[in-house]
């Protein structure tokens, strides 16, 4: 399937939601995307034991004298500059450093500011001729949850790019209409409902929504740099879905 040989590392928090996530996206690679088991990664492992030496470890265990395709997906929080797998802080100037330049690789951050991550790799020399990263924000903002996954799947089971702008959770919400008839003097909250208070200082409780629409919450806006990489990850349809 893959005219280079592909490894991929998958990095989780110290959340259950991060490790729930990145094992899900591990069965992704593995059962969807045909990246065998013996080339995949993840840090921590079941057993929740991982630590910054265990992504090392993968880096300096790639096959030498060739070159290779690496793919690295995070999910965890961030900071401006920082990432922290298992709970341990690393800084992405640091992390960068790991990669090889011969090789190509595609990062996939899911973290708060991941914006952040791209500087250090464009010092490195490393963005944007040899790999591609998609992170979930801006360096100055932050994501929410698995949304940037959650996105980006859809496109990779597609084989489409990923172009993304802004990106959130949809959530639906009541659209309160009013009795236009009545003279109110102000609206309020009592009780969990918005209630009418009308001029004689009677209050009566607001009509029930007849109508609802979605709006986007938890609003982010993806950064995409580098080559465009995505393919690295596209859903094969020879691999048998488990």
Sequence with gaps: MFARPVYALLISGN?????????????????????????????????????????????????????????????????????????QIYAYEDFAKLFRGGDR??????????GSCVTPFERAGLIPNHGQIITASRQVEKAYGDILINSLT?????????????????????????NPKVEIARREMRDGREIEIINDGRWIMAPNPKRTKKELTGKSHPVIAGMSLEDLLFVNPGVNVV
């Design 15 to 87: 959340e259950s939601p991060h490790y729930q996530a990145t094992e899900r996206m591990a069965k992704f690679v593995r059962d969807r995307v045909g990246i065998p088991q013996q080339r995949i990664k993840v840090v921590p492992a079941s057993g929740r034991e991982g630590s910054l030496a265990d992504i090392k470890s993968f880096f300096d265990n790639l096959p030498k004298f060739r070159s290779l395709d690496v793919v690295v997906i995070y999910q965890g929080h961030g900071l401006p500059d920082y990432f922290f797998p298992n709970g």
């Design 105 to 114: 690789f595609l990062f996939i951050n899911a973290a708060c500011y991941s």
């Design 154 to 178: 859809p496109s990779l089971i597609k084989g489409k790019p990923y172009q993304r702008k802004v990106i959130g959770r949809w959530v639906e919400t009541d659209v309160i209409e009013f």
